[in-house]
T-cell receptor
Framework: AQKITQTQPGMFVQEKEAVTLDCTYD???????LFWYKQPSSGEMIFLIY??????QNATEGRYSLNFQKARKSANLVISASQLGDSAMYFC????????????FGAGTRLFVKA | DTEVTQTPKHLVMGMTNKKSLKCEQH?????MYWYKQKAKKPPELMFV???????INESVPSRFSPECPNSSLLNLHLHALQPEDSALYLC?????????????FGSGTRLTVV
């Protein structure tokens, strides 16, 4: 069964610094996708970045990058040059090719950016 | 148009009421989803529709009844809910295909059952 683990309930970062949010996963499927979503206090989930299990290069989207270590089954999110607006809940998620359209989410990490 | 619109944004209902949540998207996505999210918890999948057909039902109680009348609309009909059903209900959509498509979520409906 697929599983996502986020071990950091809360993280603090100084504005303009970089921060890494941890995510490990477990799956028996060879083909899967890993995602990060941001959820501000308003409630809407915002898709940030995607990494495929067969992608050899780490995904990047603007200030977001995904540190993908397949052998360790980790998919950490790196946010560079943190901004106050980055304060939010961040969820790591996974979808297996064999799982149809089912995406499961980790418990989330609350990020606080300090001025 | 890159939005998923959910209405209403807030809903308070009694345990004997019947109400419906509505979700609309015009991005041409053919997969649509309902998630339930309790406070400080991750979203939990309830239902998945693919090409307007129900493809996944995560053993959701029958007091929740989904409906997909067309490729742009997704409804969630509520009847005889319990206070523990109070939560944020999120609708999402995505393209159908390989697993690399991220979801586009709506802003959710905050449901309170009294």
């Amino acid at each position: 069964a697929q599983k996502i683990t986020q071990t950091q309930p809360g993280m603090f970062v100084q504005e303009k610094e970089a921060v890494t949010l941890d995510c490990t996963y477990d799956t028996s499927d060879q083909s899967y996708g890993l995602f990060w979503y941001k959820q501000p206090s308003s409630g809407e989930m915002i898709f940030l970045i995607y990494q495929g299990s067969y992608d050899e290069q780490n995904a990047t989207e603007g200030r977001y990058s995904l540190n993908f270590q397949k052998a360790r089954k980790s998919a950490n999110l790196v946010i560079s040059a943190s901004q106050l607006g980055d304060s939010a809940m961040y969820f790591c998620a996974m979808r297996e090719k064999g799982g149809g359209f089912k995406t499961i989410f980790g418990a989330g990490t609350r990020l606080f950016v300090k001025a | 148009d890159t939005e998923v619109t959910q209405t209403p944004k807030h809903l308070v209902m009694g345990m004997t009421n019947k109400k419906s949540l509505k979700c609309e998207q015009h991005m041409g996505h053919r997969a649509m989803y309902w998630y339930k999210q309790k406070a400080k918890k991750p979203p939990e999948l309830m239902f998945v529709y693919s090409y307007e057909k129900l493809s996944i039902n995560e053993s959701v109680p029958s007091r929740f009844s989904p409906e997909c009348p067309n490729s742009s609309l997704l409804n969630l009909h509520l009847h005889a809910l319990q206070p523990e059903d109070s939560a944020l209900y999120l609708c999402a959509s995505s393209q159908v295909g390989p697993s690399n498509y991220g979801y586009t979520f709506g802003s959710g409906t905050r449901l309170t059952v009294v």
